[in-house]
């Protein structure tokens, strides 16, 4: 009966950890689909500015990676709690917060700064 209870305790972590692994998965092709629409409308819009507008531009875009970096960690509690679930929720703020970028980006392009 004790070698049956661990056999299916094994085999629980197993099926879970795969469970994790595929949905982690499927959140990283998510991010990357978004990242490259982020991309694709950034460079859009940078072609269409002045070198001041641009200077001004590749400025905000990377204080926006970083603060999103940052603002990601803390809303997962990666630093602190760490695992699975914070891994998930730091990938599903950063394309949170990549679509919001996209959303911005899209409205300066569309209407103007």
Same mark, same amino acid.
């Given at each position: &009966?004790? /070698? +049956?209870?661990?056999?299916?305790?094994?085999?629980?972590?197993?099926?879970? $950890?795969?469970?994790?692994?595929?949905?982690?998965?499927?959140?990283?092709?998510?991010?990357? #689909?978004?990242?490259?629409?982020?991309?694709?409308?950034? $460079? /859009?819009?940078? *072609?269409?500015? $002045?070198?001041?507008?641009?200077?001004?531009?590749?400025?905000?875009?990377? *204080?926006?990676?970083?603060? #999103?970096?940052? !603002?990601?960690?803390?809303?997962? +509690?990666?630093?602190?709690?760490?695992?699975?679930?914070?891994? #998930? &929720?730091?990938? *599903?703020?950063?394309?949170?917060?990549?679509?919001?970028?996209?959303?911005? +980006?899209? *409205?300066?392009?569309? !209407?103007?700064?």
């Amino acid at each position: &009966m004790r /070698k +049956l209870t661990f056999t299916i305790i094994i085999f629980l972590i197993l099926v879970t $950890n795969s469970f994790a692994q595929t949905g982690e998965t499927e959140l990283n092709k998510e991010l990357e #689909k978004t990242e490259k629409e982020l991309n694709f409308i950034y $460079n /859009k819009l940078i *072609d269409r500015l $002045n070198n001041i507008d641009k200077k001004a531009l590749i400025i905000s875009q990377k *204080d926006w990676i970083k603060f #999103k970096e940052s !603002n990601c960690n803390f809303r997962s +509690l990666k630093e602190s709690e760490g695992g699975v679930i914070a891994n #998930k &929720m730091f990938i *599903d703020c950063k394309i949170q917060s990549t679509k919001l970028r996209i959303t911005e +980006l899209k *409205d300066l392009l569309e !209407n103007g700064l």
